[in-house]
């Protein structure tokens, strides 16, 4: 596929071409509780939540590895800030994962511990994208990884964002801001999936 190749020539440029031998990653992106204040606003796929559930119970079961991002944000009064409760993982993040990554960027691959450092030093060229928001550190990661070399593939259902107001005094809402987003990441950095196939698929 043509986003397959421009991923190897990216990778091959920045001398980090991952071994592919590795069962692929499951990264689970900021499912954190702050996520569930209001003051985000509307959101879309209300089944997200879910789907990350049966991906963590399915790569549990296949015994593949399993990577949590946390965000501990910086901003003042943030939902997301370290010490409070929205901090906190959601109940579905469940288990312990091969590597927690903690972040204040929107890439996972900008985090602590080095994502890339530990994904190549596993063997591991294949990674699936999940979590908390699509369009934003879900697609960062996903952009990043492709650049990276990764074969990424972003499974949108199992993701979800809010309505956001855009530069022109309108508002989009969650539902197209996934939808550009997919649009984005297809067969450019990513291969976009949804949880039934990654489950039938086996992954």
Known sequence: ????????????????????????ALIVIDVQRGFDDPVWGERDNPACEANIEA?????????????????????????LAPGTPGNAFKDVITGEPD?????????????????????????????Y???????????????VGGNLGYDVRFVLDATHTFDRPDPFGGVVSAAE?????????????????????????GA
């Open 99 to 127: 590597l927690l990554v903690t972040k204040t960027v929107n890439s996972s691959f900008h985090g602590e511990p080095d994502l890339q450092a530990w994904l190549d030093g596993e063997g591991i060229g294949t990674v």
């Open 177 to 201: 801001l996934a939808r550009v987003t997919a649009t984005n990441l297809h067969e450019e950095f990513a291969t976009v999936v949804d949880t039934a196939h990654v489950l039938r698929e």
């Open 55 to 79: 991906l963590i119970a399915h790569w549990r079961v296949q015994g593949r590895p399993l990577v949590y991002v946390r965000h501990d944000s910086g901003e003042p009064g943030s939902s």
């Open 1 to 24: 596929m043509a986003h397959a190749r421009r991923r190897a020539s990216a990778g091959q440029a920045a001398g980090t071409v991952p071994c592919v031998s590795a069962s692929p």
């Open 129 to 143: 994208v999940c979590g908390i928001t699509t369009n934003h550190c879900c697609e960062t990661t996903a952009r």
